[in-house]
């Protein structure tokens, strides 16, 4: 009977070490999640009281006008990989170029410090698309750790005939 349990007993360990795979031993990749946050016009607040403006939630027309509007981001650490704003910009009467422009800021409320990350406008571009669409992968730095850094997006919407109707912030965790 001893005969028996031994080599048993040795093939079980064996089987406990290895796998029962033979010995191929296979861990899991880390998946890279990307998603993205859609900041609408009704989400911003202007940053002075003395703009006029409309904000009829779907789109803010100002002559001039800055407005802000915080992200928050479902996980602690994210890595912020594109901009993209939803504007209609045009030539003013007098040739001046109004670019509206959406600025990506992380701050650091204990050091008070403010980290500019990226910035995409319009250029003053006509685009195909309905509303007209601009993006940039130039972001840097693109990490946000949500426990210690707040982000939040700056929109300039300068004199002339501008339309804002909001910003994707594409993002991986």
């Known amino acids: 009977m001893q005969k028996l349990w031994v080599p048993l007993l040795v093939a079980l360990l064996v089987t406990a070490m290895t796998g029962p795979a033979g010995g191929v031993v296979t861990a899991a990749e880390p998946r890279v999640t990307t998603e993205s946050i859609m900041v609408p016009a009704a989400a911003f607040t202007p940053s002075a009281d003395t703009y006029g403006y409309l904000n009829n939630g779907w789109v803010i027309e100002a002559t001039p006008g800055a407005f802000v509007a915080p992200l928050h981001f479902p996980v602690a650490s994210v890595s912020i990989r594109k901009l993209t704003i939803y504007a209609y910009d045009h030539v003013s009467t007098g040739g001046q170029i109004t670019d509206v422009c959406a600025h990506l800021f992380r701050s650091a ?65």
């Open 109 to 173: 409320p204990a050091t008070a410090a403010v980290v500019p990350q990226g910035q995409v406008c319009t250029f003053g571009t006509s685009a195909t698309t309905d509303p007209p669409v601009f993006s940039t992968t130039a972001i840097s730095p693109r990490q946000v750790n949500t426990v210690v850094h707040g982000s939040y997006l700056w929109v300039l919407i300068p004199a002339g005939d501008a339309r804002f109707y909001g910003v994707k912030v594409t993002y991986s965790y």
